[in-house]
């Protein structure tokens, strides 16, 4: 007989593994990457002037929207977590509200055989101007969503009393806005997972 194990069970438990790592300032970061996510590497400083203060250059990435996938949007340990338990990734336009983001990818992980709305796991990712960050933000309030304001971007997120799932802080579905860049996950916390291209 054959035991599966719940992934929302499972997405639960590396959620709160991340959480405890990087609370205790051990995140797992690959070699040569800085332990701040919202940090870049700077070129090396070149000769200056006695007195002088050398001005570092930062360099950030550059994102080709088509680079990002399902499989590479979250970590390979959940990948496998979820493939392990039969679920597949099912892509689909990056939608918030009216809007529609033509270079975003909005992925739903779920056994589309079997599963039923709190059973699946969205995670998306998308480019996004300001124009359409104000005007999408104001649409979600004027709905009831509920924003807030976090050192990384603008959270909203959906009445909690209309969510098909929360997690463990009571947050539904949640869109999180940085600077031209919006993510969404199903919970508040999913967001954590997401591997925010050009981070």
Request: hydrophobic share 35%; aromatic share 8%; net charge negative.
């Given at each position: 007989?054959?035991?599966?194990?719940?992934?929302?069970?499972?997405?639960?438990?590396?959620?709160?593994?991340?959480?405890?790592?990087?609370?205790?300032?051990?995140?797992?970061?690959?070699?040569?990457?800085?332990?701040?996510?919202?940090?870049?590497?700077?070129a090396p400083a070149g000769p200056t002037e006695p007195g002088s203060t050398p001005t570092p250059t930062v360099t950030v990435p550059a994102v080709d929207p088509a680079d990002v996938t399902c499989e590479n949007l979250i970590g390979a340990d959940l990948v496998e977590e979820l493939t392990d338990q039969g679920w597949t990734p099912?892509?689909?336009?990056?939608?918030?509200?009216?809007?529609?983001l033509a270079d975003g990818t909005s992925c739903t992980w779920g056994d589309f055989e079997q599963a039923t709305g709190d059973d699946l796991l969205l995670f998306g990712w998308s480019p996004i101007t300001a124009d359409e960050a104000s005007s999408v933000q104001a649409a979600l309030?004027?709905?009831?969503?509920?924003?807030?304001?976090?050192?990384?971007?603008?959270?909203?997120?959906?009445?909690?009393?209309?969510?098909?799932?929360?997690?463990?802080?009571?947050?539904?579905?949640?869109?999180?806005?940085?600077?031209?860049?919006?993510?969404?996950s199903d919970t508040k916390q999913g967001l954590i997972l997401i591997e925010r291209p050009g981070a």
């Open positions: 007989m054959t035991v599966r194990r719940s992934p929302r069970l499972a997405l639960t438990t590396l959620l709160t593994l991340t959480v405890a790592f990087a609370a205790a300032g051990c995140a797992p970061t690959p070699s040569g990457t800085p332990a701040d996510p919202g940090a870049q590497p700077s099912r892509e689909d336009p990056f939608i918030i509200g009216d809007l529609e309030e004027s709905e009831g969503w509920l924003r807030e304001e976090g050192t990384e971007g603008v959270y909203l997120t959906e009445d909690p009393s209309q969510a098909i799932a929360v997690d463990e802080d009571g947050y539904g579905m949640t869109y999180l806005f940085g600077d031209g860049w919006v993510t969404v």
